[in-house]
């Protein structure tokens, strides 16, 4: 494994332990050159899941990439980033539990959506508004007065 602060190939495993879900191994390590630490994760390998698109394109599902939209969606929000990754193990674990192989996008949507709904509600209508397309105030305001009558 090379570091990833000075691109030595030679580290020791200083700890060891499963992620929360069970479907990896978190490891620390730190690099015999630098003494650096950093952490590594080591996953079963699965077969990719699929996303279809609105436009019925298909792609991998990546899970750094919706990671980033739910950072953009919680920006300057008191959301840790460990909250994030855990939405994100959760919403791709629970599609291979079902063994599906293909998902649409609104199905990942809307599950991201209710976690979000129960963590802040700047973050849920955040992402609403990308995920669902919104093209005017009215549709904001509606989305918030229905988040309010759900509180």
Same mark, same amino acid.
């Given at each position: 494994?090379?570091?990833?602060?000075?691109?030595?190939?030679?580290?020791?495993?200083?700890?060891?332990?499963?992620?929360?879900?069970?479907?990896?191994?978190?490891?620390? %390590?730190?690099? #015999?050159? $630098?003494? *650096? +630490?950093?952490?590594?994760?080591?996953?079963? !390998?699965?077969?990719?899941?699929? @996303?279809?698109?609105?436009?019925?394109?298909?792609?991998?599902?990546?899970?750094?990439?919706?990671?980033? %939209?739910?950072? #953009?969606? $919680?920006? *300057? +929000?008191?959301?840790?980033?460990?909250?994030? !990754?855990?939405?994100?193990?959760? @919403?791709?674990?629970?599609?291979?539990?079902?063994?599906?192989?293909?998902?649409?996008?609104?199905?990942?949507?809307?599950?991201?959506?209710?976690?979000?709904?129960?963590?802040?509600?700047?973050?849920?209508?955040?992402?609403?508004?990308?995920?669902?397309?919104?093209?005017?105030?009215?549709?904001?305001?509606?989305?918030?007065?229905?988040?309010?009558?759900?509180?």
């Amino acid at each position: 494994m090379k570091c990833p602060y000075c691109g030595f190939e030679e580290d020791k495993v200083i700890d060891s332990r499963p992620t929360e879900e069970g479907y990896a191994i978190r490891r620390r %390590r730190e690099c #015999i050159h $630098c003494l *650096k +630490r950093f952490t590594t994760y080591e996953n079963i !390998e699965r077969k990719p899941l699929m @996303v279809i698109k609105r436009d019925r394109s298909r792609q991998v599902f990546d899970s750094s990439k919706l990671l980033n %939209r739910l950072l #953009i969606a $919680c920006a *300057k +929000r008191p959301i840790p980033i460990a909250t994030l !990754e855990q939405i994100v193990e959760e @919403v791709e674990n629970s599609f291979l539990k079902e063994h599906l192989r293909e998902i649409t996008s609104t199905a990942i949507g809307d599950m991201v959506l209710a976690k979000l709904k129960d963590i802040d509600d700047v973050a849920y209508v955040r992402f609403a508004s990308v995920y669902r397309d919104f093209d005017d105030v009215d549709t904001f305001v509606k989305e918030i007065k229905n988040l309010k009558k759900l509180r």
